[in-house]
C-alpha cells in the first residue's frame, strides 16, 4: 500500500531481497494442473476473486 492508502502491485522478481510474506493467496486454483504442488496458503480461490474481495485480504 502507498502513502496515500493506493493500492499498487510490485512483481516480485523486480525485488532484491526476499520479502517478509505476512499473508498468502493462492487464486485461480480451478484450473491448476494436478501435477503442480502447491505451498500453504491463508488463503484460496477457485477462480480469479474481484477487487474488492482482494483489497479486504490485504487489509486483514
Same mark, same amino acid.
Not at 512483481?11 to 502447491?38: Q, Y
Given at each position: 500500500? $502507498?502513502?496515500?492508502?493506493s /493500492? %499498487?502491485? %510490485? !512483481?516480485?522478481?523486480?525485488? @532484491?531481497?526476499? !520479502?517478509? %510474506?505476512? =499473508? ?6 480451478? &484450473?491448476?494442473?494436478? /501435477?503442480?504442488m $502447491? =505451498?500453504?496458503? @491463508?488463503? &484460496?480461490?477457485? $477462480?480469479?476473486? @474481484? $477487487? ?9
Amino acid at each position: 500500500m $502507498t502513502y496515500d492508502g493506493s /493500492w %499498487i502491485w %510490485i !512483481p516480485l522478481g523486480l525485488l @532484491n531481497e526476499m !520479502p517478509d %510474506i505476512k =499473508n498468502r493467496l493462492h487464486f485461480c486454483m480451478g &484450473s491448476k494442473v494436478a /501435477w503442480v504442488m $502447491t =505451498n500453504q496458503a @491463508n488463503q &484460496s480461490y477457485e $477462480t480469479l476473486p @474481484n $477487487t474488492e474481495k482482494l483489497f479486504a485480504y490485504f487489509k486483514e
